[in-house]
């Protein structure tokens, strides 16, 4: 069975990036609960780092990354990264690999710097 996005472009032009992005800018606050006082629950952007991202494409099999929504104790709202294979599976990097003692079988890529607060100055997408 092969995955859905095999062979699909996923590239847009910027001036679609930055439509999409300011049209999320808007609605934003619409998104959050009123019950819900959290600052910041919505990230604007997280930015990962290359390494993280050059480990998960060196697993064996990986075609192409998911990423899932997850929410922290804070319900602050966090992306998590993980490889997937050409059935469409995910792919957990062994924690022996990156250097872990893990009481489970494997690490994902999640910890991202969150914007806010630590914000691009100069970003062609969100201006």
Request: some cysteine.
């Amino acid at each position: 069975m092969s995955i859905a996005f095999k062979g699909a472009n996923h590239f847009i032009p910027l001036e679609k990036a930055k439509k999409l992005k300011k049209k999320f800018k808007e609605k934003k606050g619409q998104l959050i609960n009123p019950g819900i006082k959290v600052q910041d629950v919505i990230p604007d952007s997280e930015t990962f780092d290359r390494a993280a991202i050059d480990r998960l494409l060196a697993l064996p099999g990986c075609v192409g990354i998911r990423i899932y929504t997850g929410m922290d104790d804070e319900d602050k709202l966090h992306s998590i990264l993980v490889g997937v294979n050409d059935k469409g599976e995910d792919l957990i990097i062994p924690s022996n690999t990156v250097g872990l003692t893990a009481e489970n079988d494997g690490v994902v890529v999640e910890d991202a710097v969150r914007c806010p607060p630590h914000c691009p100055t100069d970003s062609e997408i969100d201006s």
